[in-house]
Structure formats: structure tokens, C-alpha cells
């Protein structure tokens, strides 16, 4: 089986095709799949209609998987496996309010946030529904040299929901609570395979700069969010029912969008992948 790559732009999103999901790929197509990962940071297949056992063994070429965070939607004979489900979501004003909408990096506020996260679609609805996915190491990349040596080494903290947050999280059970964790991360993350640098923001959980007073620290993390995420450093994926889509938290921020007749039906499976904690570019944790 040889495997075809079409890069999407230049080093970031790339569309895999001559593989067949439901089978389990041999030692070198992993490998080979692994490497893409590590460089494009966001890989698609098409045409993969996944039943949920074969998703998992899909999803685990990239690593193992870890639980989902919010246990009311897990598939309950699978409860690795969750999913976005338009049947879930609350309404304000006639507008569904979906989960993620802002760009993030999930569950940034664990000490080993999940290295991936992954989706197939299973239903969308006919128009909107996109995810987008801006590349957070060529941000850093283009930033100017003086601002990257400001930034590398600071440290942020991120919690369940940021004062500032521009968006609300789904409401968790008292236990489920107790169980958020608080971590400071790093601004700046260096990705464990390729080596590169990343900044690593999510102004739904991030709690200013440590070491900074609230008005520069949060200053500095808009600044950094609306460089990050203009169109230069995007890719706008749009669903067809059977597309497999993985990411790397470590390299991208992603977003849903809530563009879609709510009426219609959107669901999608979900993984993720177990992570380590972040380490810092140019330091050693
Ligand atoms: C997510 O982060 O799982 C949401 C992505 C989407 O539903 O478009």
C-alpha cells in the first residue's frame, strides 16, 4: 500500500490518502504516518466511516488514547470514544451554543494536556459547521525577534475558566471539578518530536502572565491571540460524513463555528490522545 500525501499549505495540514482505516496498518505505515504528524500537524483522511472499536484502533497509530474529560458524552459501550452532538448543545437566541467556539488547545489547564485530538464525521449538517486550525509554530515563527525573546520563558496560568474567558465551558459535576487541575504553562511550548516552537494560548483558561500585573499580562495575550489567529496561519476544514481529522495540541489552536441551521443534525465522534507535560522552548521542562 503506498500512501499519497497532499500538503494543504506549506508544512501544515496535509490530506492522507491510500489507506483503509478499518484495517490495522503495519509498523511502517505508522511510522510513516507518525512523521506526517509530527511535521503538518493536522492530517485528513477521506472516506473512513469508522465504527467506534475501529476508530480506536485508528486513533491509537498516533498513541494511546486517554478519557474524555466531559463523561456525559462518552459512547457508553465505548467510553473512550466521546462525541459532538447537535442534540447536546443549549440555545441562546435561536443560536446553538457549540463547544469550542474561540480558538483553544484542549484542556490546556492539565498538567499533560492530550497530545491530539481526533473527529470523524458521521452526520453534518448541509452548510457551516467548519473547524478551523491556525498553525501556532508558524506564528511564533513570524513574530518579531524582539517579541520572541520577550515571550520565551514566561509562563501562564491556566485554570477550568478564565475570568476573561470570551466564551462559557460546559457545566461540570461537583466531582468532575474537583478534579480540574490549575498549571502553569509555558507561552512558548517546544513540540517533543519536531523540536519546533509553538505558542501555547487559550484565552478561555489562561489567568495572565505570571510575573506580569493583569493589564500587560492580558494585553500580551490578546496580542498574541490576534497575530496567531488571522487567516495567514489557517486551514478551514470542511466536513464530508466519513472524513477523519487529527490534530496536534502542541502545534495548532482550533475552533468550531456555530454557522449551521440548528435544526439540522451535526455529529461527530471524538478521541484523544494521551499527552506529558508541556515543555518549554528553550528550557528543559
Ligand atoms: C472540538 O474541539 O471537539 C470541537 C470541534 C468541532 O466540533 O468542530
Redesign the pocket.
Known amino acids: 500500500m503506498t500512501l499519497h500525501v497532499q500538503p494543504i499549505r506549506a508544512g501544515f495540514g496535509a490530506e492522507v490518502s491510500g489507506l483503509d482505516l478499518t484495517q490495522p496498518q503495519n509498523a511502517e505505515i505508522r511510522a510513516q504516518l507518525n512523521d506526517l504528524f509530527a511535521t503538518y500537524a493536522v492530517l485528513v483522511f477521506r472516506q473512513q466511516p469508522l465504527t467506534p472499536p475501529q476508530f480506536m484502533q485508528a486513533a491509537e497509530i498516533f498513541g494511546p488514547l486517554t478519557p474524555q474529560q466531559i463523561k456525559k458524552f462518552v459512547l457508553p459501550d465505548y467510553p473512550l470514544v466521546g462525541y459532538?452532538s447537535t442534540h447536546d448543545l443549549p440555545r441562546k437566541n435561536g443560536k446553538l451554543q457549540?463547544?469550542?467556539e474561540n480558538y483553544h488547545t484542549?484542556h490546556s489547564n492539565d498538567l499533560a494536556p492530550p497530545k491530539a485530538?481526533t473527529?470523524v464525521a458521521v452526520e453534518i449538517p448541509s452548510h457551516g459547521?467548519?473547524?478551523q486550525f491556525v498553525d501556532a509554530r508558524q506564528a511564533f515563527d513570524d513574530l518579531p525577534e524582539a517579541m520572541q525573546q520577550r515571550i520565551v520563558g514566561l509562563r501562564s496560568l491556566h485554570v477550568h475558566q478564565s475570568s476573561r474567558s470570551p466564551r462559557s465551558f460546559a457545566k461540570l459535576s461537583d466531582e468532575e471539578m474537583a478534579r480540574i487541575p490549575r498549571t502553569l504553562q509555558p507561552l512558548v511550548i517546544r513540540h517533543p518530536d519536531s523540536g519546533r516552537a509553538a505558542l501555547y494560548l487559550n484565552t478561555g483558561r489562561m489567568e495572565g502572565i505570571d510575573g506580569l500585573d493583569d493589564e500587560a499580562g492580558y494585553a500580551l495575550i490578546e496580542a498574541l491571540y490576534a497575530h496567531a489567529t488571522q487567516p495567514r496561519y489557517e486551514y478551514r476544514h470542511r466536513w464530508q460524513v466519513g472524513d477523519l481529522v487529527i490534530w496536534d495540541n502542541r502545534s495548532v489552536l482550533?475552533q468550531?463555528?456555530a454557522d449551521y441551521d440548528p435544526e439540522e443534525y451535526?455529529y461527530?465522534l471524538?478521541i484523544m490522545l494521551q499527552g506529558a507535560p508541556l515543555l518549554a522552548y528553550g528550557g528543559s521542562t
Open positions: 459532538n457549540v463547544r469550542g484542549d485530538t473527529l459547521g467548519d473547524t482550533h468550531a463555528n451535526r461527530l471524538r
